[in-house]
Structure formats: structure tokens, C-alpha cells
């Protein structure tokens, strides 16, 4: 399929790795995206608001 999300992902971190392109987002929006992640994950599970 020529328009895989995930193919292109993979794609674009392979380009990353070798030194072809630079990441299309930084290690602190990764994180923070993570903390958003499992906030979700923790007011699921427990039925509150969590704040972040």
C-alpha cells in the first residue's frame, strides 16, 4: 500500500537513524506525549481527573 502510515514512519525513522533527515518531533514532545498517554491511561483506570 503506497500510503501506509506506518510504513512511512518506519521509513522516515530509518532516515533518521542513518543520519538523512532529523526527527519530526523532539525528545521533550515525545515525552509529554507520554505523560498525556498515561494520564488518559490513570483517570481510565481510576475514574478521576488527572492533572498533568
Known amino acids: 500500500m503506497d500510503n501506509d ?9 530509518i532516515r ?3 543520519g538523512e533527515e532529523q526527527p519530526l518531533v523532539t525528545g ?3 515525552m ?3 505523560k498525556v498517554l498515561e494520564a488518559i491511561q490513570t483517570s481510565v483506570k481510576e475514574k ?4 498533568i
Do not use: K
Not at 48 to 51: E, I, K, N, P, T
Open 28 to 30: 521533550e514532545e515525545g
Open 32 to 34: 509529554q506525549t507520554l
Open 5 to 13: 502510515p506506518m510504513q512511512a514512519e518506519l521509513a522516515h525513522f
Open 48 to 51: 478521576r481527573r488527572v492533572v
Open 16 to 18: 533518521v537513524i542513518e
